[in-house]
């Protein structure tokens, strides 16, 4: 199975890592960590040349911090953020794919050279298919999200997630499609975290190979997620915090990709890596 993509037709006959690389002050699990408000870039720089390093396939470049409650970012911020990150990261040698919803974005780092639009809208914001569909090679991760990221967990989904998730993100791909994007360009991802609860969150990953019939790769995201934090509580019920759920995410991780997942986009790049070798070794 191949995905094509801007520069790269990436093979996912084995799974591959997608590094993040979280451009904002405000991300839940490493804001500023590796960016400094006002221009200071060398820090996420060194952070993508590391991840490569790590052993990651691609990188995921975002701007914008998706997660709950989280305020939108204007669009001038979001390109000064992205656009100096996407130029460098370019010479890398590696896909890159681009975390955002706007298309003014979308067109700004496609024309950079940037690999992929990773959307967590799934083109659902006016022009963004428009953006998508007129380029002739990008790839492109389609994923379901409920409601939007300021209320998708004050009210999260309820019912069986599944199939509602499954009919979503068919139906998102068959638009693309119809806008002519061509179906070896897409890529799904049910969106862990983005407005389900923790037991809805481990329904997707338990029956994964439910949305493998869709006939699409599928990309999987539990790296830090919240969901990890609360089922490895300790015996009195406190949640994980932030520095403690590598393990928990590389399980998940390994969970994902035996269930069929191609790709796993990751914070702990070299541990997930060490882990898919051991997995593969297995096989």
Not at 103 to 119: H, K, R, S
Not at 242 to 269: E, K, N, T, W
């Amino acid at each position: 199975m191949i995905w094509q993509t801007s520069r790269f037709q990436i093979d996912l006959s084995q799974p591959r890592v997608m590094g993040i690389v979280n451009v904002t002050p405000d991300s839940f699990s490493d804001g500023g960590k590796h960016f400094t408000q006002g221009g200071g870039f060398s820090g996420v720089l060194a952070h993508c040349e590391q991840l490569i390093r790590d052993g990651a396939d691609l990188l995921d470049i975002g701007g914008e911090s998706t997660r709950p409650g989280a305020p939108p970012v204007p669009l001038e911020e979001e390109l000064a953020r992205v656009l100096p990150v996407v130029r460098h990261a370019a010479t890398l040698g590696v896909p890159l794919s681009i975390d955002t919803y706007k298309p003014e974005v979308m067109q700004a780092v496609l024309d950079l050279g940037a690999d992929i639009i990773n959307d967590v809208w799934a083109l659902r914001q006016p022009g963004a298919v428009q953006a998508v569909a007129a380029h002739p090679r990008c790839g492109v991760c389609l994923m379901h999200m409920h409601r939007e990221p300021q209320t998708m967990q004050a009210a999260p989904m309820e019912g069986d997630v599944v199939p509602q998730v499954l009919s979503f993100l068919e139906r998102a791909a068959q638009d693309l499609q119809a806008a002519g994007v061509d179906k070896a360009r897409i890529v799904l991802d049910v969106g862990v975290g983005f407005g389900k609860t923790v037991a809805q969150n481990f329904a997707l990953l338990a029956r994964q190979p439910v949305f493998l019939a869709a006939g699409y790769p599928l990309l999987a995201a539990w790296s830090r997620k919240s969901s990890l934090a609360a089922v490895c509580a300790s015996p009195a019920g406190d949640p994980l915090d932030m520095a403690d759920r590598m393990v928990p995410s590389v399980a998940a991780a390994l969970l994902a990709v035996d269930r069929g997942a191609r790709i796993v986009r990751v914070h702990d790049v070299r541990e997930t890596v060490l882990a898919l070798k051991v997995w593969a070794a297995a096989r």
